[in-house]
């Protein structure tokens, strides 16, 4: 029997229900409300006892529309209670989401994307007072009730993770759910990053937008290369979502916490999407597939995890790095028609050395002002032992927070296949899907074989898809260059 407070009753036709370590019962208050009674069953072990109140502690201190609001609530050492509010299943709401948005993908994709925005916004706040939620799953969500545009709410705080409290979880016990949660967990595990629950949120992308989901039968998460997507979506927006699901899989490339999830997901997903998709190869996310070529003949799983993962936003950066080149060279086409394009292949990388991606020129053919973009690999796992030293010296200027590719801009006249006057920015690129311009060192001076060359130097500036137009706007207009140019 439960002893559910005065004013409270259960509503009829909603029966108790089992909810693991507590009994839960639907209740309406006198006044209306409805809410959702939940108490301790007995006997309670000691642990169980600690972490209901752990639960009561979080919810009664946290104010958020994301996290379930707590009506009433009892601490009483012997008979521990709370009533909180009553929402709609997120699994079926997101199931009749799913059948009303089958025609238009690229809504649902909208949708799904809001809802890890809110959740975001109520892990910022969870994570910046220490909470990790540690069991983000969609039965762990509801829907706000009785709104024409309901919002999610994160509900059962049972497993968080409080830090400066004591610790309830063994390090050697498992915690989470074997479909969500990240594989580290089922093992030791010393730390609590709030990484934990944006590995979950990844998860829970691919849960909401896969071609097949739900899956039931799921016993583990599913690595994001094998999510299958409606073909409705957009190239560019599947590839937006695999960049996401990827950087999340892995802690050395994921946002840190729920804040800068919410960065990433702004870069990523802008809040309006464009009217028209930006005119980008078909072919994008098959090339990028086969590009991971290379990574394969690694031997550190590490590495190759990381490189993997970051993949996907780093040809995210590097399309929008490559139209804003190309919108310069339009316009300068204008007022000088030498204006060109001498090289375009789709995105890849290679361990060793840099790889060439786009390379453009503006001027007469045998002397000319080139720019090109190249993309290098700088992991923060250990690199192989030939490339110890040359990776040591690029981690000195990286961002604490940045994924393990940069990206050249390289700028100079070229003249008979040697370059002069060489100038240039790194981009590095951070977990949050922002970026820092780094000043470039010319590492082989003037006449340098064809090869801009350089190396990062500085730790760089955040910086903004305008700062990248303004330095190859001063590339090509350097006053400098044409001199040289009308000299030979």
């Known amino acids: 029997m439960t002893n559910i407070p005065e004013g409270w009753t259960p509503i009829e036709g909603k029966s108790m229900k089992d909810g693991g370590q507590a ?16 108490e301790m069953k007995k006997p309670m072990c000691k642990v169980s006892r600690k972490r209901f109140h752990r639960e009561l502690e979080i919810l009664s201190s946290m104010q958020h529309r994301a996290i379930v609001t707590l009506f009433d609530w009892s601490a009483k050492i012997e008979h521990p209670w709370y009533i909180s509010e009553l929402g709609d299943p997120f699994d079926k709401w997101w199931s009749r989401r799913r059948k009303k948005l089958k025609q238009n993908p690229e809504a649902l994709v909208e949708q799904a994307v809001s809802i890890l925005r809110e959740l975001s916004s109520a892990l910022s706040d969870c994570h910046e007072n220490g909470i990790v939620h540690r069991d983000i799953k969609q039965k762990n969500l509801i829907m706000k009730r009785g709104l024409p545009e309901p919002w999610p709410i994160l509900i059962d705080f049972g497993i968080a993770h409080y830090e400066g409290g004591d610790r309830l979880t063994p390090i050697d016990q498992a915690v989470g759910n074997a479909r969500f949660s990240p594989d580290v967990m089922r093992s030791r595990l010393e730390d609590v990053p709030p990484w934990l629950d944006v590995f979950d949120l990844g998860q829970l992308l691919i849960w909401m937008l896969d071609e097949k989901a739900p899956k039931h039968h799921w016993q583990r998460p599913v690595h994001w ?7 409705g979506i957009p190239e560019n927006l599947q590839l937006s979502i695999r960049a996401f699901t990827a950087a999340c899989s892995t802690q050395v490339t994921s946002p840190a916490n729920g804040t800068e999830v919410i960065g990433l997901l702004d870069k990523l997903f802008p809040r309006q999407l464009p009217k028209k998709v930006g005119q980008i190869d078909p072919n994008i996310i098959k090339n990028a597939k086969k590009s991971g070529a290379t990574v394969k003949q690694l031997t550190n799983a590490e590495l190759q995890e990381e490189i993997q993962s970051g993949a996907p936003l780093a040809e995210k950066i590097y399309l929008e790095l490559r139209d804003t080149v190309f919108s310069v060279l339009n316009e300068l086409s204008e007022q000088e028609s030498s204006a ?15 790889t ?17 973009i190249k993309t290098k690999i700088v992991p923060w796992s250990d690199p192989l032992p030939q490339n110890k030293s040359n990776i040591d010296y690029w981690r000195k200027y990286m961002p604490e927070d940045a994924i393990c590719f940069t990206l050249a801009l390289e700028g100079g006249v070229v003249q008979a296949h040697n370059a002069q006057y060489l100038e240039g920015k790194w981009v590095t690129i951070r977990r949050d899907g922002s970026i820092y311009l780094h000043p470039l060192s010319p590492a082989f001076g003037n006449f340098s074989n064809n090869d801009l060359g350089g190396s990062a130097k500085g730790l760089g500036v955040a910086a903004s898809m305008d700062d990248v137009r303004a330095f190859v706007i001063s590339v090509f207009t350097n006053e400098e260059y044409w001199e040289y140019i009308a000299a030979n």
């Not at 009994?23 to 939940?38: A, I, L």
């Not at 290369?225 to 073909?231: E, G």
């Not at 786009?358 to 045998?366: A, C, K, R, T």
Request: proline share 9%; net charge positive; charged share 20%.
């Open 23 to 38: 009994t839960v019962v639907p209740v309406r208050h006198k006044d209306g409300r409805e809410g959702v009674y939940r």
């Open 225 to 231: 290369k094998h999510a299958i997507y409606d073909d």
């Open 356 to 372: 060439d991606l786009l390379w453009v020129s503006i001027g007469p053919p045998q002397c000319n002002i080139q720019l090109r």
């Open 340 to 354: 060109q394009i001498l090289s375009n292949p789709p995105f890849g990388y290679q361990i060793i050395g840099a």
